[in-house]
């Protein structure tokens, strides 16, 4: 069963997109990442791109 995020359509904050930059700068996963700001890896996948952003696909 696919998990349920609470924050579904919810905007990012300053402090989320900031963390966003910093764990994709340290090479962290998109599940990593996904899971450590409480977001789904698609909606992470979309921000890390609108802010030109390259996040590793490790699982």
Do not use: C
Request: glycine share 2%; proline share 2%.
């Amino acid at each position: 069963m696919a998990e349920r995020f609470e924050r579904h359509r919810q905007p990012w904050t300053n402090e989320e997109i900031q963390r966003l930059h910093t764990y994709a700068k340290k090479g962290m996963s998109l599940k990593a990442i996904a899971q450590a700001l409480t977001r789904s890896e698609e909606s992470v996948k979309i921000r890390a791109k609108a802010d030109s952003l390259t996040i590793v696909k490790l699982r």
